[in-house]
């Protein structure tokens, strides 16, 4: 029993009148208080709380990097992202984290050759990875497959509004071609007359 709960027992206790029964109102506004209490955070702090702000710059300085490790110590990699990726299409954030992913590697593969360390898996050793080459290919493939359907799509969208605009522009043509020669047989008539 936490004390969360010895609380809630508390002002369940407080709201039992002389009599031993609570009322139905209080009933249900227990029943409810009790879901409420645990989700609810404390507006303020509580008074034993201490913000010792030099006492968290030591912890922090204590578990963090050291400024003059070696880079093989932490392995990371830093790629600058280009463009800014619409975190709401799948497809263009899946390719920007695999071009990232692609990237790092690349630059992670030149960094262990140029310091000669060992880093490829010998031939011999089996592990079973998260997830295999061939369903990473397949990833791949399926993406690529998106992107050119997408690609395919836009182009059949632009040849159709091509199209609507072309049909357009020959209606205005045809209308133009229609009035100037009703105003040439207007004014053939008018010097006929």
Not at 76 to 99: C, H, K, P, S, W
Not at 166 to 188: I, P
């Amino acid at each position: 029993m936490s004390f969360e709960d010895d609380f809630v027992e508390d002002d369940e206790m407080n709201m039992i009148d002389e009599n031993g029964a609570a009322s139905d109102s209080e009933a249900e506004s227990l029943s409810d208080s009790d879901d409420n209490d645990i989700t609810e955070k404390l507006s303020e702090p509580t008074k034993t709380a201490v913000y010792n702000r030099d006492g968290l710059l030591d912890k922090l300085q204590d578990i963090s990097w050291p400024e003059d490790i070696d880079w093989t110590h932490k392995l990371t990699v830093e790629i600058e992202q280009g463009q800014a990726v619409d975190v709401n299409d799948d497809l263009a954030r899946e390719m920007a984290f695999y071009t990232q992913a692609l990237q790092g590697t690349r630059q992670a593969f030149q960094k262990l050759q140029e310091m000669g360390l060992p880093f490829l898996r010998p031939a011999d050793y089996y592990a079973e990875m998260v997830k295999s080459d061939t369903h990473m290919e397949k990833v791949k493939s399926k993406l690529l497959c998106e992107k050119k359907q997408m690609e395919e799509m836009e182009e059949r969208r632009k040849a159709r509004d091509n199209k609507k605009m072309a049909k357009e522009v020959q209606s205005q043509k045809m209308k133009e071609r229609a009035k100037q020669k009703k105003d040439e047989l207007a004014l053939n008539n008018k010097w006929q007359t």
